[in-house]
């Protein structure tokens, strides 16, 4: 054993180490891991009602109206098609209620579930589900960020929606990236139910929904 000290002020065994100190070799991939997050994200910051929520209610006539669902979803997916059907037969006040659900009460966004991180960089951790897109991706900007894991696109890699009308999360993937549910590749969308398991990436995260059964927000 022969202890010494680098340069930096660490004590590490140099008959080990052969003169590279660990501590500084741990230090600059943190470092340099950091500055690869910054620069990924390098972006400017959105609000959740900037990202989530239109404010412009009126139609041509200018006449006001509630906004309808598919607008905040985005007609362009295959999910916004789907939504777009189930929506053309709500009354207005189930459309009322579905709104709602998109803007919540004085700035609270109700929660319908979470994400739980069960295996990749960020085991352990969390993510807060809310009505409509939920997008995942390693941008920090997103609903959910996965940060860390490079095989998952920055933006809008897949996303897990809930549908209001009949209570229920699906699953859906963005624009062609590889999901798997349960292990199984899903084409299109797939409807997401409790534990089930999605892997993105090399990340994986099992379903907690707090919207089931006879509990929603609208209800509430």
Not at 58 to 84: N, T, V, W, Y
Not at 97 to 110: N, R
Not at 200 to 211: D, K, N, R
Request: aromatic share 8%.
């Amino acid at each position: 054993m022969a202890i010494i000290k680098c340069n930096n002020g660490h004590f590490y065994d140099d008959a080990v180490y052969h003169g590279k100190c660990p501590h500084c070799k741990a230090e600059s991939e943190l470092l340099k891991e950091g500055k690869e997050i910054l620069e990924d994200d390098r972006t400017v910051a959105m609000s959740l009602d900037q990202i989530h929520i239109h404010t412009n209610y009126s139609d041509e006539s200018g006449q006001d109206r509630p906004p309808a669902a598919e607008e905040a979803l985005g007609k362009e997916s295959i999910m916004g098609q789907f939504f777009d059907n189930r929506l053309s037969g709500m009354t207005e006040e189930e459309k009322d209620k579905t709104v709602s659900l998109f803007h919540g009460a004085q700035g609270v966004v109700p929660v319908t579930g979470w994400l739980v991180c069960i295996s990749g960089r960020e085991a352990g951790k969390d993510y807060r589900l809310h009505a409509g897109k939920n997008f995942i991706g390693r941008s920090l900007t997103m609903d959910v960020p996965i940060v860390g894991d490079k095989s998952v696109a920055r933006n809008k890699h897949c996303s897990v929606v809930y549908e209001p009308k009949d209570n229920t999360f699906f699953i859906a993937g963005e624009s062609g990236n590889v999901v798997y549910l349960n292990d199984k590749t899903v084409e299109n969308f797939a409807e997401l139910g409790p534990d089930d398991v999605l892997r993105i990436g090399e990340t994986e995260l099992v379903m907690v929904p707090y919207c089931k059964e006879d509990r929603r927000w609208e209800k509430v």
